[in-house]
């Protein structure tokens, strides 16, 4: 006969929460996997139905650009407010505006692009909502999950696998049918974010001071970041790689397979480039290097091989073997720097730190984008995407050789 415990009998201690798979997480990750799906289909859906629709290749580089540049001008304020009003509030309304972008995106497309400035004002209301999305997106793995970098590798290989499904379908949509189906899915998934941050339960959340002002907050913010060399020091290198790399790869990339092989192909190129994003994520989980972001710089070696492979004139099965190679590169470093940058800044100034080092990150990325077609004009696209392939291995020597970088050290506990 079991023993009855007494009145007075310690009770059992209760269980620790999981490391990752919490309840707050599981919500996190559908939430966080639902909206990862619809921004990974948008460009390529973009860019496939302008080109199907005739428009040249400097109207997907503007679109690009006005998705981009407001969300690089706004994610500042974004941090703030996300500080102030908590990051889920902030991050249920971007999804409930990117809910109506999409249903207005698919409207135009329907019906036909036949105005570009309406498509384009849709598309900076899209990358506003972003801004004001994204700070809450990094502040937010450290109070669902105990091992925040195993917690990134998860959510960084949802991203991958999103990446992976989400150009293919768009390409195989928009290519079947239409774009504005593509836009008619993005919308169904971020009504099904919104609703799984509207269910998340999340303990107090560190706060800046009462009474402080926007100003204020967004002052102290910036003597944070730039108290952190290896953070501003990142970001000044990703500028030079924003600008000359990553910002016009997109439409270039866009420009040269499409025509040439369909965009069929070119989303399912994009595809590949998100299983290697999935081998990078999984490998994240796992590998754990003393010196995080050094392990990231040495990763990130792969990159290049995006550009050059298309250069190259590769037939698709090897491009797409370079797309996969890159994506795993990419994220791994991905990894290291979300991790370093969420555990070693204090949450009360976590929101705002993120979002000074997006910014920095990627507000070179839409003057990328808008120079993408001139340039190609002037140079030819493939002398454009040989110099971006060159910048990458530029970015990952100057990534090495800065010390504050190279010899992070990883936080205790992580």
């Known amino acids: 006969m079991p023993e009855l415990r007494s009145a007075t009998a310690p009770a059992r201690p209760a269980a620790p929460a999981p490391a990752i798979w919490s309840r707050n997480f599981r919500l996190y990750f559908t939430a966080r996997s639902s909206g990862l799906l619809s921004d990974a289909m948008l460009p390529v859906a973009v860019s496939a139905g302008l080109l199907g629709a005739?428009?040249?290749?400097?109207?997907?580089g503007y679109a690009m650009a006005f998705l981009m540049a407001p969300f690089a001008g706004l994610v500042l304020v974004g941090g703030v407010l996300a500080d102030r009003f908590t990051a889920r509030r902030l991050?249920?309304?971007?999804?409930?505006v990117n809910l109506g972008t999409r249903i207005l995106l698919a409207v135009l497309f329907f019906r036909g692009v036949d105005s570009l400035a309406q498509?384009?004002?849709?598309?900076?209301l899209a990358g506003a909502a972003a801004a004001m999305f994204q700070p809450g997106a990094a502040s937010t793995v450290p109070l669902v999950a105990r091992d925040v970098q195993g917690a990134n590798g998860v959510l960084r290989t949802s991203e991958a696998l999103t990446t992976l499904l989400g150009p293919a379908l768009a390409g195989v949509l928009a290519g079947a049918a239409a774009t504005g189906w593509v836009m008619v899915l993005a919308a169904v998934a971020y009504g099904l974010s919104a609703v799984c941050l509207l269910a998340l339960r999340l303990g107090p959340v560190p706060a800046p001071p009462p009474g402080d002002s926007l100003w204020r907050n967004l002052v102290v913010g910036w003597h944070e970041f730039r108290s952190r060399s290896w953070?501003?020091?990142t970001i000044v290198i990703w500028m030079f790689y924003s600008v000359l790399c990553f910002g016009p790869l997109l439409p270039i990339a866009a420009g040269l397979i499409v025509p040439a092989h369909g965009s069929t192909a070119y989303g399912l190129l994009n595809g590949a480039f998100g299983a290697g994003t999935v081998l990078g994520g999984l490998l994240a989980i796992r590998v754990k290097p003393r010196r995080p972001l050094r392990g990231g710089a040495l990763a990130m070696l792969a990159y290049p091989l995006y550009p050059l492979g298309i250069v190259l004139g590769l037939p698709v099965p090897l491009l797409g073997l370079c797309f996969l190679t890159a994506g795993a590169g990419t994220t791994f470093w991905g990894v290291m720097w979300a991790t370093s940058v969420q555990t070693q800044v204090p949450g009360e100034v976590l929101n705002r730190i993120h979002a000074y080092e997006v910014a920095g990150s990627v507000c070179m990325a839409p003057v990328g984008a808008a120079l993408a077609g001139p340039a190609a004009a002037a140079l030819g696209a493939r002398t454009v995407l040989a110099a971006g392939g060159a910048v990458g291995l530029l970015v990952v020597a100057a990534l090495l050789l800065a010390r504050p970088i190279s010899t992070l050290e990883r936080a205790a506990g992580q």
Not at 54 to 60: E, I, P
Not at 91 to 96: E, K, L, S
Not at 119 to 124: D, G, R, S, V
């Open 91 to 96: 991050m249920i309304a971007a999804d409930t």
């Open 54 to 60: 005739g428009h040249s290749l400097a109207s997907v």
């Open 231 to 233: 953070m501003w020091g």
């Open 119 to 124: 498509l384009y004002a849709l598309l900076a």
